[in-house]
């Protein structure tokens, strides 16, 4: 199984980002899927969970900011960002949990 994630970048504060994950060797449509980020110095954190069935979940941090969603005919789940803020500046990963995979992280960078 392997997970690409793409679309990380240095964004202003107000800024819009779109995060991509696109999942391989895996019936994409059968698994839960996830964002999770980590800042520097920080651990890990769970940012927003998307069921197979479609049901999300998101932290409190990002909720009316990001929003998750999926397209299991491009077997890719993604993260839309909105109103970004430097706190968000961390490593993003993307995470399929039927298999426990991780894919390898993209930067993002809020910073005037």
């Known amino acids: 199984v392997q997970l690409q994630a793409s679309g990380g970048g240095l964004v202003q504060p107000g800024g819009s980002l779109r995060l991509s994950c696109v999942v391989s060797?895996?019936?994409?449509?059968?698994?839960?899927m996830a964002w999770f980020r980590q800042a520097p110095g920080k651990q890990r954190e769970l940012v927003a969970s998307?069921?197979?069935?479609?049901?999300?979940t998101d932290t409190y941090s990002v909720k009316g900011r990001f929003s998750i969603f999926r397209d299991n005919d491009k077997n890719t789940v993604y993260l839309q960002m909105h109103s970004l803020k430097p706190e968000d500046t961390a490593v993003y990963y993307c995470?399929?949990?039927?298999?426990?995979?991780w894919g390898q992280g993209t930067l993002v960078t809020v910073s005037s």
């Open positions: 998307i069921s197979s069935g479609g049901i999300i």
């Open positions: 060797g895996r019936i994409f449509a059968d698994t839960d």
């Open positions: 995470y399929e949990y039927q298999g426990r995979n």
